[in-house]
């Protein structure tokens, strides 16, 4: 995964989760992540799978939307 788009990824995570007033603590009730590992993901640090970043979007009431780029 590139590096612009790991930090992209986790400052919208980020971002979402505190207008949501929503702490770290809450989304791991329902992730099998450690602490550290949400924290990295949203430092845009961490790989992390499709499966756990679908988990995080549902969480946050986000969904991924994919469109053909222009060349």
């Known amino acids: 995964m590139h590096e612009q788009i790991k930090k992209d990824i986790g400052n919208l995570i980020k971002k979402r989760r505190e207008e ?4 770290q603590e809450t989304i791991l009730d329902y992730l099998d992540i450690s602490p550290a590992s949400l924290s990295n ?4 640090k961490a790989n992390f799978t499709i499966e ?3 988990d995080i979007l549902n969480i946050l009431g986000l969904e991924l939307e994919l469109k053909v780029k222009k060349v």
Request: glycine share 10%; charged share 25%; proline share 0%.
């Open 52 to 54: 756990k970043f679908l």
């Open 20 to 23: 949501l007033n929503m702490k």
């Open 41 to 44: 993901i949203e430092q845009g």
